[in-house]
Structures are given as structure tokens and as C-alpha cells.
T-cell receptor, first 113, second 115 residues
Framework: DGGITQSPKYLFRKEGQNVTLSCEQNLNHDAMYWYRQDPGQGLRLIYYSQIVNDFQKGDIAEGYSVSREKKESFPLTVTSAQKNPTAFYLC????????????FGPGTRLTVL | AQKVTQAQTEISVVEKEDVTLDCVYETRDTTYYLFWYKQPPSGELVFLIRRNSFDEQNEISGRYSWNFQKSTSSFNFTITASQVVDSAVYFCALSDFSGNTPLVFGKGTRLSVIA
């Protein structure tokens, strides 16, 4: 089945450690996105990529990094520079030039201990 | 700049009641898309509807209906005869007409339907 997978579903990290969240899609979508969700804050954009080997910062990129070496994959690294990393992280993808909705993965809940 | 406002933070209704979720948006674009997503307790966002700015016809899908009014920059969502399974957080979102740029989301409305 086509879709977006995120792993792991739950992730625990000690303060000061970097951690990488996985996002894979087999929808052949060009664009991929990372959003962060905090209670009562809605979804805020971290990074997005419209094409392989290219990506742009979103509204809250500080303390995060991404790569887009393959069309299917858009991993997000939460670095130790991110002050409040505990949140729910959602990955999405959409097809370039086709005005369809963004489709979302199941999310990863990151907790910093 | 684009902005989406969902003024209702939380709503509680009794099963079988009708409920309307409000969405007001701001954009300088003359063409754009509006969306509604549902986020059940599992966390995954489920796409409900996309509406382009050219089409102000109301849409109905089963118990769901959407009222798009460009004159008031609103895109409201009504659930008729609500059910417990409708309990979720609902997000309204806005994008430019390419559809290939990040969505701008409202903060969401948490709907609780009580049996």
C-alpha cells in the first residue's frame, strides 16, 4: 500500500543527545515536509523540500537539520541545540504541481528526559 | 502573509447534536486552496476536504458539510448528527494555488462528542 511511514512511533532522548526521526514515502511525491505539534499550538513548519538535494527552512528551523538525498526519504535530526524538543513530529508529502492535499504520516512522539 | 484562525479551542456536544467548527483565513493571494483535516487520538492527520478559491459552492459529504464564503474569508465545517467517533481535533489549513508549498494551519478545534 502507498503511504508515508515514520519511525519510531515513540522516542526518548537524554538531554544533549542528537536524535534522527525517519520519514519514508512510496507515493512518488516530490515535496516533503516536517511539522512540529505542541498542545494548543497547531502545526508549525520546521523544514520542507520540494526536490531532491534541496530544502528550505520553515518557521521554527533552529535546532533542527534535514537531508534529502533520495526522493522517498526526508529524515529530521533534532540536535542538542533545540531548547524544547519534546513534541509530536509529523511528516507529510505532496505531489509537485498537482494541487492535491498533503498526506501525513502517523507521527513520532519525542520525549526528552 | 497567510494566516488561519480557529477561534474555538474546544467544543463539547451531546451525541446527535449538530456542530459547526469555524475557520477564518487571511491571504493576499487571489487564488488559493483551503483544507480541513481531522486528527483522531491516534495522532495521524486525515484529509477531509480541499476547496479552491474559485468554487464557493457548499459541499456535503454524508454528515459533513462545508460552507465557503469568500466575502467573509470563512470556511466553516458542520457535522450533522454528531457521533462519538467524531471526537478529534480538527484543523483548517490554507495553501497557495500551486499546492506544493507548506500549508498554513490554524491551531485546531478539539471536538468532544459525549454519548
Amino acid at each position: 500500500d502507498g503511504g508515508i511511514t515514520q519511525s519510531p512511533k515513540y522516542l526518548f532522548r537524554k538531554e544533549g543527545q542528537n536524535v534522527t526521526l525517519s520519514c519514508e514515502q512510496n507515493l512518488n511525491h516530490d515535496a516533503m515536509y516536517w511539522y512540529r505539534q505542541d498542545p494548543g499550538q497547531g502545526l508549525r513548519l520546521i523544514y520542507y523540500s520540494q526536490i531532491v538535494n534541496d530544502f528550505q527552512k520553515g518557521d521554527i528551523a533552529e535546532g533542527y537539520s534535514v537531508s534529502r538525498e533520495k526522493k522517498e526519504s526526508f529524515p529530521l535530526t533534532v540536535t542538542s541545540a533545540q531548547k524544547n524538543p519534546t513534541a509530536f513530529y509529523l511528516c507529510a508529502s505532496s505531489s509537485r504541481g498537482e494541487p492535491i492535499a498533503q498526506y501525513f504520516g502517523p507521527g513520532t512522539r519525542l520525549t526528552v528526559l | 502573509a497567510q494566516k488561519v484562525t480557529q477561534a474555538q479551542t474546544e467544543i463539547s456536544v451531546v451525541e446527535k447534536e449538530d456542530v459547526t467548527l469555524d475557520c477564518v483565513y487571511e491571504t493576499r493571494d487571489t487564488t488559493y486552496y483551503l483544507f480541513w483535516y481531522k486528527q483522531p487520538p491516534s495522532g495521524e492527520l486525515v484529509f477531509l476536504i480541499r476547496r479552491n478559491s474559485f468554487d464557493e459552492q457548499n459541499e456535503i459529504s454524508g454528515r459533513y458539510s462545508w460552507n465557503f464564503q469568500k466575502s467573509t474569508s470563512s470556511f466553516n465545517f458542520t457535522i450533522t448528527a454528531s457521533q462519538v467517533v467524531d471526537s478529534a481535533v480538527y484543523f483548517c489549513a490554507l495553501s497557495d494555488f500551486s499546492g506544493n508549498t507548506p500549508l498554513v494551519f490554524g491551531k485546531g478545534t478539539r471536538l468532544s462528542v459525549i454519548a
